[in-house]
């Protein structure tokens, strides 16, 4: 199938992360047939100051975003400061690139670190419940009506969603489909370019 969210921009809850990169990276490997929108939270943006929000994650993906946390806090900034000083000590400040390239470089780290932050602080960890239905921590096995080819994905939370291992987010347009149904049901999902059916094979 070639249908797809194209008029979407794919951007998830955690800015963080190079989405460009993700979607160079799903839309070249197979079988995964859709585009990168489909899996996503199709929004233009989240600002982390308009509301205080659940962080769905696995356990997994909660310790994966504390072991970035430490390494941000005890590596990186560390040295990303010894720059700073070590480029202050060439002198004039006005015309020093690597000043302005380590002091930019600190801005962003400084934002990964406060954002990691914030996401942890509002941290609600999901389990897949073993449950017949569809919920966040299910891993689904669907079928495209019109094909013969399965796809298994597990839904989880718009921070640890990627494509490209298997994790779709549950607030994009397959996963809104996918929650509360069961082995067996049919699924619709409206796209810009139509609607495509899918089946529900299993659910984990």
């Not at 914030?118 to 017949?132: C, F, H, M, P």
Request: net charge neutral; hydrophobic share 30%.
């Amino acid at each position: 199938s070639s249908s797809s969210l194209s008029n979407m921009r794919p951007v998830c809850i955690n800015p963080g992360t190079d989405y460009n990169k993700e979607q160079r990276e799903t839309e070249s490997r197979a079988p995964l047939r859709h585009s990168v929108s489909f899996f996503y939270f199709p929004i233009v943006g989240v600002s982390m100051h308009t509301a205080e929000k659940a962080t769905l994650l696995t356990r997994e993906g909660k310790q994966k975003l504390e072991q970035e946390l430490a390494q941000l806090k005890e590596v990186k900034r560390p040295q990303v400061a010894e720059r700073i000083r070590q480029a202050k000590e060439e002198g004039d400040l006005r015309e020093n690139a690597e000043y302005d390239d380590a002091k930019l470089e600190q801005g962003f780290v400084e934002g990964r670190i406060r954002e990691l932050e914030y996401l942890l602080k509002n941290v609600q960890i999901i389990e897949s419940n073993g449950g017949a239905t569809v919920n966040i921590g299910s891993t689904v096995t669907i079928r495209e009506d019109g094909t013969d080819e399965d796809e298994t994905y597990t839904v989880v939370g718009a921070t640890e969603a990627s494509p490209s291992n298997g994790r779709i987010s549950n607030e994009s347009p397959l996963g809104r489909a996918l929650l509360g149904k069961k082995k067996g049901s049919t699924v619709k999902v409206d796209t810009p370019n139509g609607q495509m059916v899918f089946k529900v094979i299993k659910v984990q």
